[in-house]
């Protein structure tokens, strides 16, 4: 059973661009959740999807948004890219949402903003 | 804010030697579960602790969830250097809206 797909893995962009980071979850998952993680903050939430929608928002501003598709893919836009935005960004799925689920991560994509 | 602050924030010991890391909130978590992360990997999830004063073993890795679920531990017997890695706690809250991770603890373990 193939796991959680992230791609790309590695990113390079400059201050004001956008970027659009992908997460296939394992098959059958039908949750996904995103989660940015920096050295000083850790792991902090970003937004949980569920069959198609939005179930969850972290706290961050609104230039980040999110999308899941009827296969259960889903995506993560940042908009107008600042320094701060360098981070790992990690997706995670499970079967279905709640209360002690288990969450299988994707290895990340790796965000420079220069 | 759920808070979840885990101590020591780093830890470099001797293969061999015995470690505990703490897990500790002001929250009530329903669930708390643990992940041990690699370089430059997603974290893996290690266990899912549930009741009030629960002890789950996995080998050498010994976990406790507080009585008043507020708090946990993760021992560590005869740490080996497979053992290196970013160990975190992450609680559930009652409502189930989401997961909140905790600081971490930086684990390394020399030969």
């Known amino acids: 059973k193939a796991g959680v797909t992230q791609t790309p893995r590695y990113l390079i962009k400059t201050r004001g661009q956008q970027v659009t980071l992908s997460c296939s979850p394992i098959s059958g998952h039908r949750s996904v959740s995103w989660y940015q993680q920096t050295p000083g903050q850790g792991l902090q939430f970003l937004f949980e999807?569920?069959?198609?929608?939005?179930?969850n928002k972290g706290n961050f501003p609104g230039r980040f948004s999110g999308r899941q598709f009827s296969n259960s893919r889903s995506e993560m836009n940042v908009s107008t890219l600042e320094l701060g935005d360098s981070a790992l960004y990690l997706c995670a799925s499970s079967l279905e949402p709640g209360p002690g689920e288990k969450l299988f991560f994707g290895s990340g994509t790796q965000l420079s903003v220069l | 804010t759920q808070l979840l602050e885990q101590s020591p924030q780093f830890l470099s010991i001797q293969e061999g030697e015995n470690l505990t890391v703490y897990c500790n909130s002001s929250s009530v978590f329903s669930s708390l579960q643990w992940y041990r992360q690699e370089p430059g990997e997603g974290p893996v999830l290690l266990v899912t602790v549930v009741t009030g004063g629960e002890v789950k073993k996995l080998k050498r890795l010994t976990f406790q969830f507080g009585d008043a679920r507020k708090d946990s531990s993760l021992h560590i017997t005869a740490a080996q250097p497979g053992d290196t890695g970013l160990y975190l706690c992450?609680?559930?809250?009652?409502?189930?809206?989401?997961?909140?991770f905790g600081t971490g603890t930086r684990l390394a373990v020399r030969p």
């Open positions: 999807y569920f069959s198609e929608t939005q179930r």
């Open positions: 992450a609680g559930d809250s009652s409502s189930g809206d989401k997961l909140t």
